[in-house]
C-alpha cells in the first residue's frame, strides 16, 4: 500500500511560506507594476533568497534538491496569492533541468546557482513565426565556424527577454533537413551583438513581456552549445514536460485567486435580502470550477511526481497542462459573472485575469496540440498533420 494523496507536513509548510510571501506583496503590487510598466525584480530577488526558485535544481548547485513537485506548489502558491511569475515556467523549470541533466560541470556551476537564488534569469526561445506549433519546421540555424558557434534566425512571443541575463535557444545544425527536427540548444546572452529583440504590444496586464527575436549571426563560444546535437530531442523533451506542469501550476494559481475573489464576492453581496452566492446560477457554476481546479490539480501533482520519479510523463504533464488551463478560463470567466459590473472594473481584480487565464490554452503548448497528442498516444488514433 503506497498510494497515497496526503503532501505531507514539508510541502503544506513549503505552501504556507510561499503563500506569506507571495501574499505580502499580493495581485496589488503585480497589477501595479505590470501596468506602469514596471517589473517584479524585488519579488522574484525575494522569492529567490528564499530558496523556492531553486527548489527543484541540485543542492549541490545551490538548490534545494527536489523537483517539480516542489517547483509547481511555489508557482501555484504564488498565482494563488496574486503574483503569477511567468518566468518560473521558463527559467528554473525548463532551462535549469535542461542545463542541470545535460549541461557540462563548467555550464552547470556558472548557471545554476544564479538560476536558484535568482541573480540570474534565463528565458527559453523555440517558437518561429513561420513553424508556429509545428517545432518540426524551425529554421534557427547554427552553423561550427572554428571553435564558434554562428546563430542565425528569428523567434516569436518569447518571454521576459529584457528581464533575462540569457536565453536557452532551440536551434537546428546547418546540415540538418527540411522539416527534421535535430534540435540543438544554446546559451545566448541577451546583449550578444548580432541579437535583436523588440517586444510586442500585449493585453496580457503581466509584467513579462514577449519579445520577437533576430539572431544575425551571432557569434557564441564552443561552449553555448548545451549537452550533444545528436541527442538534442532527449535533451528537449526533458524540459518540455516540466514546462506543461509549470503552466498548469501558473494556471492554478490563477484560476484560485479568481475563486477566492469570486466567492468572497458572492458570500457578501447582496440585490434581493440574500447573498448572490446562495443562488443556485451562481453557486453550480463555482462548485463546477472548483472540483475542475482539484481535479487539474491531481494531474498536475501526478505528473510532477512522475518527472520526479523519472518515468514518462508525457501523457499526464500534457492532460494537467489542459486541464489546469481550462479550469482557469471557466474559474476567470465565472468569476467575473459573480462580480456582476464589478467583474469588469479594475478595483476588482477579476477581468485583470482574463488574458491571463487564456495563456495557457495557448502557450506553451496549444489545447489542439493537447488533444493530438492525446487522440494519438492514448487512444491510438491516426495523425492528422
Ligand atoms: C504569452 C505567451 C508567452 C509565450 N512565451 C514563449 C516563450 O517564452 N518561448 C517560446 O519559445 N514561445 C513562447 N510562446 C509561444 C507559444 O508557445 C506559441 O504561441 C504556441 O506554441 C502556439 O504557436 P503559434 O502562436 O504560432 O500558433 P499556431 O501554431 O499558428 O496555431 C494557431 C492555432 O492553430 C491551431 N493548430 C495548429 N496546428 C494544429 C493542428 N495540427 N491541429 C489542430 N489545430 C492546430 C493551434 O492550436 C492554434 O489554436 C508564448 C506565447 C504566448 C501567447
Not at 477566492?260 to 440585490?271: G, L, N
Amino acid at each position: 500500500m503506497t498510494l497515497d494523496f496526503d503532501e505531507g507536513d514539508e510541502l503544506r509548510a513549503l505552501r504556507a511560506a510561499v503563500a506569506e510571501l507571495g501574499g505580502r506583496y499580493g495581485q496589488t503590487y503585480f497589477l501595479e507594476q505590470a501596468r506602469s510598466g514596471g517589473r517584479t525584480d524585488a519579488l522574484w530577488a525575494e522569492v529567490g533568497k528564499a530558496g523556492f526558485l531553486g527548489v527543484n535544481l541540485p543542492e549541490e548547485y545551490g538548490g534545494g534538491g527536489g523537483g517539480m513537485v516542489e517547483l509547481s506548489i511555489v508557482l501555484e502558491e504564488l498565482g494563488a496569492a496574486g503574483c503569477p511569475l511567468l518566468m518560473m515556467v521558463v527559467s528554473p523549470a525548463i532551462c535549469g533541468t535542461v542545463i542541470g541533466r545535460f549541461g557540462t560541470a563548467e555550464q552547470k556551476q556558472r548557471w545554476l546557482p544564479s538560476l536558484a537564488d535568482g541573480s540570474k534569469t534565463m528565458g527559453f526561445a523555440i517558437t518561429e513565426p513561420d513553424a508556429g506549433s509545428n517545432s518540426h519546421e524551425i529554421t534557427t540555424v547554427a552553423r561550427r565556424d572554428g571553435d564558434e558557434w554562428v546563430l542565425r534566425g528569428q523567434k516569436v512571443w518569447i518571454s521576459g527577454v529584457d528581464q533575462a541575463d540569457a536565453l536557452l535557444v532551440v536551434g537546428k545544425m546547418a546540415d540538418s533537413g527540411k522539416g527534421t527536427l535535430r534540435p540543438a540548444l544554446f546559451v545566448v546572452p541577451t546583449d550578444a551583438p548580432g541579437l535583436t529583440a523588440h517586444r510586442i504590444p500585449m493585453e496580457i496586464i503581466s509584467p513579462e513581456g514577449q519579445f520577437q527575436l533576430f539572431f544575425d549571426d551571432v557569434r557564441l563560444p564552443g561552449d553555448a552549445l548545451v549537452g550533444h546535437p545528436d541527442q538534442g530531442i532527449a535533451q528537449l523533451f526533458a524540459g518540455l514536460n516540466p514546462e506543461r506542469v509549470m503552466a498548469a501550476a501558473y494556471s492554478l494559481g490563477v484560476a484560485r485567486l479568481a475563486m477566492r475573489k469570486a466567492t468572497e464576492y458572492a458570500r457578501t453581496r447582496q440585490v434581493w435580502g440574500t447573498p448572490i452566492g446562495a443562488h443556485q446560477g451562481l453557486a453550480h457554476p463555482l462548485a463546477a470550477c472548483q472540483i475542475e481546479i482539484e481535479l487539474a490539480r491531481l494531474m498536475t501533482q501526478k505528473a510532477a511526481w512522475l518527472i520526479d520519479s523519472g518515468a514518462d510523463a508525457g501523457t499526464a504533464a500534457n492532460s494537467a497542462k489542459y486541464a489546469a488551463a481550462e479550469a482557469a478560463a471557466h474559474a476567470v470567466d465565472q468569476a467575473i459573472q459573480t462580480h456582476g459590473g464589478n467583474g469588469l472594473s479594475q478595483e476588482y481584480g477579476v477581468a485583470a485575469l482574463l488574458a491571463m487565464s487564456r495563456v495557457s490554452r495557448i502557450a506553451p503548448v496549444s489545447r489542439e496540440m493537447i488533444l493530438s497528442f492525446v487522440a494519438q498516444h492514448d487512444l491510438q488514433l491516426p495523425r492528422s498533420y
